[in-house]
């Protein structure tokens, strides 16, 4: 009987010295892996951002659809250009007040934009790699869902402007870390944290294309 109570105080101990580390642990090792997942899906998510301001800024919009966003940049070209002053005489303001340019007259300011050549969006963002073809994988083994991504447009001060969101729930990122923790990690609110349930870029409902990460996870990606 002696040694029966021995062997079951042995595993009371064991099973609360394990739980005791897993308590400590397990935190720790939860927030190194998802430190990891989140820099690979970062990294995703900038990729994207980069793919709808060049959208943007050559065909005045953003899109929903990452065919037509992979199609873009795959014929897409950045226009280079150079900036430089002139000056011409004010024809109007030198006959109305008898002046002759020649001699001191009125002369109007302007700048003259010159297009020197183009180049390949895909190579200025991507560097020649053709990666943005696989920018909607979420990069976490076992998760075959895709990056969600809406555009749209909203009324601000009586104005219309673009906007697009992509987007990656925490849950499907960290789908096979502690439940707990997982639901902890949901409700973050911090400056230094992924506030909210979901890793993302851009806003359906503001003026806004960053990204909801802490500049720690800026410097993670530029590690990789």
Same mark, same amino acid.
């Given at each position: 009987?002696?040694?029966?109570?021995?062997?079951?105080?042995?595993?009371?101990?064991?099973?609360?010295?394990?739980?005791?580390?897993?308590?400590?642990? =397990?935190?720790?090792?939860?927030?190194?892996?998802?430190?990891?997942?989140?820099?690979?899906?970062?990294?995703?998510?900038?990729?994207?951002?980069?793919?709808?301001?060049?959208?943007?800024?050559?065909? =005045?919009?953003?899109?929903?659809?990452?065919?037509?966003?992979?199609?873009?940049?795959?014929?897409?070209?950045?226009?280079?250009?150079?900036?430089?002053?002139?000056?011409?005489?004010?024809?109007?303001?030198?006959?109305?007040?008898?002046?002759?340019?020649?001699?001191?007259?009125?002369?109007?300011?302007?700048?003259?934009?010159?297009?020197? =050549?183009?180049?390949?969006?895909?190579?200025?963002?991507?560097?020649?790699?053709?990666?943005?073809?696989?920018?909607?994988?979420?990069?976490?083994?076992?998760?075959?869902?895709?990056?969600?991504?809406?555009?749209?447009?909203?009324?601000?001060?009586?104005?219309?402007?673009?906007?697009?969101?992509?987007?990656?729930?925490?849950?499907?990122?960290?789908?096979?870390?502690?439940?707990?923790?997982?639901?902890?990690?949901?409700?973050?609110?911090?400056?230094? &944290?992924?506030?909210?349930?979901?890793?993302?870029? &851009?806003?359906?409902?503001?003026?806004?294309?960053? &990204?909801?990460?802490?500049?720690?996870?800026?410097?993670?990606?530029?590690?990789?």
């Amino acid at each position: 009987m002696k040694i029966i109570l021995q062997l079951v105080l042995w595993v009371v101990i064991i099973f609360l010295g394990y739980k005791l580390y897993d308590s400590v642990v =397990g935190p720790v090792e939860f927030n190194e892996e998802k430190e990891i997942r989140y820099a690979k899906v970062i990294k995703k998510l900038k990729d994207i951002r980069a793919a709808e301001m060049a959208h943007q800024e050559i065909t =005045g919009t953003f899109t929903g659809s990452f065919d037509s966003l992979i199609a873009f940049i795959d014929t897409a070209q950045f226009a280079i250009t150079a900036r430089r002053d002139t000056s011409y005489a004010d024809i109007e303001k030198n006959k109305a007040y008898g002046l002759d340019p020649q001699e001191g007259g009125y002369y109007i300011e302007s700048i003259v934009v010159d297009t020197l =050549g183009f180049t390949p969006v895909k190579d200025s963002l991507y560097q020649g790699t053709d990666r943005y073809r696989s920018m909607m994988n979420i990069p976490i083994k076992g998760v075959d869902d895709k990056i969600e991504l809406r555009a749209g447009k909203i009324s601000k001060n009586d104005k219309q402007y673009d906007v697009f969101e992509a987007r990656v729930p925490k849950d499907i990122i960290l789908y096979d870390l502690d439940r707990d923790l997982l639901a902890q990690e949901k409700q973050v609110i911090s400056v230094d &944290g992924v506030n909210g349930p979901v890793l993302k870029v &851009g806003s359906m409902t503001e003026v806004n294309t960053s &990204g909801n990460w802490p500049k720690i996870y800026d410097s993670a990606n530029e590690d990789q």
